[in-house]
């Protein structure tokens, strides 16, 4: 197990505490200062008083002036709480789990069900669910210390995956979500880069009986959960996975160059074959990021054909999630700065909580967490939104 692992076992296992949870949203105070036991993640940060982790092995956050919008900016809204913005989608559940250690949740398998890691001193993380209605944890699977993983887990068809990074060996590991023991689906020796960055597996999804993956120098792999040779999905090469079945060029990293200033420019439906290329309105060349249906350039939004130009109500940091969400950090009354979940679909801003406080933004696929500083988490089904 790496350093930082076993400092992120030690920092939940030391900070988390027992609570009851009735599965219903509460109106959130602002995170409380963290203690020192928890500055290792400062490296993460992306504002000065914003600090996210994400699903990727390296966050990279590019700064794009456009020109100036066509349309005249209006105000920045006083953001509601995203627990009275989404009530059904905001839930705060307890920091720790029930074998004594941290919970960090990851997936959703269900609209009341979340799975994640639990984390304990001196052993190996393991795989737990939490039922938001029977407020209970239960095992799903114990790992080996090789098994851990680097990746949040995701899910599909019943089952669960996840990469992992073993010495030199890049892997993909399933089981399925009403328990068992963990399986091995792909093992390959890693690329070192000349920097000395052990490159691995940057997204994966289940679906359609096999996983689907990209490993950090592009292409799309598969495997079928039921084991199997992995291979290589034709015509992939160059592309990364975006979300299944769309794939997209180029990157959105500088993992293995320099940063594109037009990320998945280029997308392709593995199962159709179906290709959409950004139409960029008038006036607009590059951009921070691109998903199937939205682009954002840090201060804007627009649709993939080059519809919908509108200016974001705050500065847009990282990648979309979910297809259609972005973080903002946003001016907030006083001269303070306030962290917000913004929904391009809709246009409807969030609040997650306003800093100074310098609290962990967890940032995956579908989800979005952060630590409350009085034993629990404020949980954001990013899926579960618009449904």
């Not at 120098?217 to 495997?223: F, I, K, L, P, Q």
Request: glycine share 12%; aromatic share 6%; net charge positive.
């Amino acid at each position: 197990m790496t350093g930082i692992e076993e400092r992120l076992k030690d920092a939940l296992a030391a900070k988390a505490g027992t609570v009851r949870d009735d599965g219903r949203p509460r109106s959130l105070p602002a995170p409380r200062e963290r203690s020192s036991g928890a500055r290792w993640w400062a490296p993460l940060a992306v504002a000065a008083a914003i600090l996210i982790v994400v699903a990727a092995t390296v966050v990279v956050t590019r700064t794009v002036t456009p020109p100036a919008p066509a349309v005249r900016p209006t105000p920045e809204p006083s953001a509601a709480p995203v627990e009275q913005l989404w009530p059904g989608a905001v839930h705060e559940i307890p920091a720790k789990g029930a074998g004594g250690g941290g919970f960090m949740p990851e997936v959703f398998v269900s609209d009341r069900v979340v799975v994640g890691r639990g984390y304990a001193r001196n052993r190996p993380p393991e795989i737990w669910s939490y039922d938001l209605d029977k407020r209970t944890f239960a095992r799903i699977a114990r790992l080996k210390k090789e098994e851990v993983g680097t990746h949040p887990v995701v899910f599909g068809a019943g089952h669960l995956a996840w990469s992992s990074l073993r010495g030199r060996m890049k892997e993909v590991w399933t089981v399925p979500v009403t328990g068992g023991v963990p399986r091995r689906i792909f093992s390959d020796r890693a690329t070192v880069t000349r920097d000395n960055m052990t490159l691995g597996i940057g997204r994966l999804a289940v679906a359609d009986g096999q996983v689907v993956w990209s490993p950090d120098e592009g292409g799309v792999y598969r495997a079928p959960l039921k084991g199997g040779k992995a291979t290589l999905i034709d015509g992939t090469k160059g592309y990364s996975l975006v979300e299944w079945p769309w794939a997209g060029s180029p990157r959105n990293d500088s993992l293995v160059g320099d940063p594109s200033p037009r990320p998945v420019e280029h997308l392709k439906n593995l199962l159709t074959g179906e290709r959409r290329d950004v139409v960029p309105p008038a006036g607009r060349t590059s951009w921070t990021d691109c998903g199937v249906t939205w682009c954002v350039n840090g201060v804007e939004a627009w649709r993939r054909d080059g519809t919908g130009l509108r200016e974001l109500p705050g500065a847009a940091r990282g990648e979309i999630r979910s297809g259609r969400f972005v973080l903002l950090r946003q001016a907030a009354s006083g001269g303070k700065q306030a962290a917000g979940l913004h929904d391009l679909a809709t246009g409807r801003t969030g609040l997650l909580f306003q800093t100074p406080a310098r609290t962990i933004l967890h940032l995956q696929d579908d989800t979005a967490w952060f630590q409350t500083g009085r034993g629990t988490h404020v949980l954001v089904n990013l899926a579960a939104i618009g449904r």
